[in-house]
């Protein structure tokens, strides 16, 4: 069987996730911890960092970001 199909690999587009997701987030990104258990390549998480100062990304995802996947 392949990969694709063994694990359900059917990715988001960040494209999805900022135009439906992030503009409801954006005002409370410091807020929480993101977490997506099955991440991918992180598409629904990952773009968050674009609106972290760069200075801060690091900081930021070790403080307010967790990505699980099988596949990691
Ligand atoms: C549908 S993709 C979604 C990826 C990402 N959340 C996105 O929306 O782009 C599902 C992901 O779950 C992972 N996965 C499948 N079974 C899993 C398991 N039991 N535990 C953790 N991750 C798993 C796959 O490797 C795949 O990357």
Known sequence: MNKQREFGIHLTSTDI?????LPEIKDVLYKYT?????AGEGNLILPILELIPKDE???????????????L
């Open 17 to 21: 996730f900022r135009e439906y997701i």
């Open 34 to 38: 993101w977490i997506d258990l099955f």
């Open 57 to 71: 990304r690091v900081s930021f995802f070790k403080e307010h970001i967790l990505l699980f996947d099988i596949q």
